[in-house]
């Protein structure tokens, strides 16, 4: 790879001086393992990025993507259609947590972020309620990075380049409680009652019938893993409904599995109001994200609007695109046929209890899992955040597993279809790796 010339690239979210002095390539995949480009085979330990949920190089996949391609490549969204869209749309409402039947297609999680906000300001908006124009988020969520997302989300080094937010906008405390709930296997015991500052400090705040929406990441994914505290959704959700605000889950991550259940609404039995959801949808091949969203709202745009009017000015050239519909009709019928999110339910106690066996070794401060996912998070290095982070990552790296790590926490998230082998190992390497970090 000498060869290759690494000036005009410039990487997102990567430390590029770094890597282009010291390079990390994939050139191939399939099933749970990349290659590099030394050939090495690298088993992958985060779905690629939260999203390949039915493993790489899926046959079903591939072949959807290569027939549409060469049937229709390409057709405007606005005021036109074409079948797949449609065909997509029912099919991902059919597997919708019950009562949201809506679909609104956009091309990735941050766009999803953006259009659920406007969409809930906009909905109130349209049924004669224009003074609810407020969005709450929660410290530490994250919701992608375009400016409805940094603004609502609560991540400090996300925002802090970028001191240009939306205005109307608060926020909730994390349910991170490392004091109460280390080491929690599955949902925390204790933190249910930090849902009540929603009443109790900021709907006082800033009058209740301000509020547009509240949207959390039923488990906040990026941020670290923080699984919710038991009860905690359900008491945002008594307290949205007390006060006419729109619930929205994020569940860019939480959807198609993860969680070993379909969706995380499911999981903790709490509808909101709004899903987005991303990643999983077309198994990350193609760039795609969607809102499924309750019918009440999509009918308020329908009554609003005047015959032939546009009742939601909103949409992207890419929007329900051939290939992404495509795509994502052959990786629903692909986590069916496979019963993935099943398998994902069923593999979670092994996963659980590997994690846990990283308790005790140097530096690691606490241990959290849901599903399908782990969080370990590691004591920082004095005056060094994110350093020690950083090297298990590339020492993981070397011993051919993909991981990611956000500051000291190191995420686990594997594709849906690894073997209880792979679990075994994965949590070996992640171990040993640990270990050999000063
Ligand atoms: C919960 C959540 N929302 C939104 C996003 C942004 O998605 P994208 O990177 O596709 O814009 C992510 C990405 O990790 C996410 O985890």
């Avoid at 994390?174 to 004091?179: G, V």
């Avoid at 929603?198 to 301000?210: C, N, V, Y």
């Avoid at 006060?243 to 939480?254: A, K, S």
């Avoid at 499924?292 to 609003?304: C, G, N, S």
């Amino acid at each position: 790879m000498t060869e290759l010339n690494m000036d005009a690239f410039w990487m997102p979210f990567t430390a590029n001086r770094h890597f282009k002095s010291a390079p990390r390539m994939l050139v191939s995949a399939d099933g749970m393992y990349y290659k590099d480009d030394a050939g090495r085979e690298i088993m992958d330990g985060c779905a690629g990025l939260w999203c390949v949920n039915a493993g790489h190089n899926r046959k079903p996949i591939v072949e959807a993507i290569q027939k549409q391609i060469a049937t229709l490549d390409y057709a405007p969204p606005f005021q036109i259609g074409h079948p797949k869209a449609f065909e997509a749309a029912e099919k991902l409402a059919a597997m919708a947590p019950k009562g949201l039947s809506k679909v609104f297609y956009v091309n990735s999680g941050s766009e999803a972020a953006d259009t659920a906000l406007k969409m809930a300001v906009a909905y109130h908006r349209v049924r004669g309620d224009a003074a609810r124009v407020k969005l709450i988020g929660r410290e530490r969520g994250y919701h992608g990075v375009n400016f409805g997302g940094i603004s609502v989300g609560g991540i400090a080094g996300n925002r802090k380049l970028f001191p240009v937010a939306l205005p109307a906008v608060d926020h909730l405390r994390s349910t991170h409680d490392l004091s109460r709930n280390a080491f929690s296997r599955g949902e925390p015991e204790f933190g249910a009652e930090f849902a009540d500052e929603l009443e109790a400090r900021i709907t006082t705040l800033h009058d209740p019938s301000t509020i547009a929406a509240v949207m959390v990441e039923p488990m906040a994914g990026s941020t670290g893993v923080l699984i919710p505290p038991k009860g905690y959704l359900k008491r945002l959700r008594q307290i949205c409904d007390k006060y006419g605000i729109l619930l929205i889950f994020d569940e860019v991550i939480t959807g198609f599995g993860r969680l070993g259940a379909d969706w995380a609404a499911n999981k903790f039995d709490v509808l909101p109001d709004i899903i987005t959801c991303a990643k999983g949808l077309s198994n990350g091949v193609v760039p795609m994200g969607a809102l499924l969203v309750k019918p009440e709202i999509h009918d308020a745009f329908m009554a609003a609007a005047a015959d032939r009017a546009i009742e939601f000015p909103h949409g992207y050239t890419y929007s329900a695109h051939p290939l992404a519909c495509a795509a994502s009709i052959a990786t629903l019928d692909l986590y069916q046929e496979e019963g993935l999110f099943q398998r994902a339910a069923a593999l979670s106690g092994l996963f659980e209890s590997k994690a846990h066996q990283l308790q005790g070794v140097k530096n690691v401060k606490d241990i959290r899992n849901l599903g399908l996912v782990a969080g370990i998070e590691l004591d920082s290095r004095p005056g060094a955040p994110g350093a020690r982070g950083f090297d298990v990552f590339l020492k993981c790296w070397e011993a051919g597993v993909l991981v990611r790590f956000t500051g000291d926490i190191i995420a686990v998230s594997p594709p849906l279809i690894i073997s209880e082998a792979e679990i075994d190992r994965l949590f070996a390497v992640i171990g040993e790796a640990i270990q050999a970090t000063a």
